[in-house]
Nanobody, 121 residues
Framework: QVQLVESGGGLVQAGGSRTLSCAASGDTLSHYAVGWFRQAPGKEREFVAGVSWRGTYYANSVKDRFTIARDNIKNTVYLQMNSLKPEDTAVYYC????????????????WGQGTQATVSS
């Protein structure tokens, strides 16, 4: 089974950019649908972006600002975040699944530990 490790979080000013990485081991990540989710303090975890055999898809709140992309050589999926806003502050998680490609938490079997991204105003 695949293991996922997120990295790239940190502190960034509003309007800035940040790239998060989701590195996989134990299996080939290109075989999986991959999603990025985030959880802000006191809020439920929510879908951000996904990539699969369906293509790429985004939450309305990040569309035109965030880009999800695969690097199959590095067995990694990236989340490029531009024009960041304070409301983007959250722990960001990547998740993977072999059979489903959706926007709900229960559609993903494998999860990383998360990386904190903080956007200051």
């Amino acid at each position: 089974q695949v293991q996922l490790v997120e990295s790239g979080g940190g502190l960034v000013q509003a309007g800035g950019s940040r790239t998060l990485s989701c590195a996989a081991s134990g299996d080939t990540l290109s075989h999986y649908a991959v999603g990025w989710f985030r959880q802000a303090p006191g809020k439920e975890r929510e879908f951000v972006a996904g990539v699969s055999w369906r293509g790429t898809y985004y939450a309305n709140s990040v569309k035109d600002r965030f880009t999800i992309a695969r690097d199959n050589i590095k067995n990694t999926v990236y989340l490029q975040m531009n024009s960041l806003k304070p409301e983007d502050t959250a722990v960001y998680y990547c998740a993977a699944d072999l059979r489903r490609a959706g926007t709900y938490i229960n559609e993903y079997d494998y999860w990383g530990q998360g990386t904190q991204a903080t956007v200051s105003s």
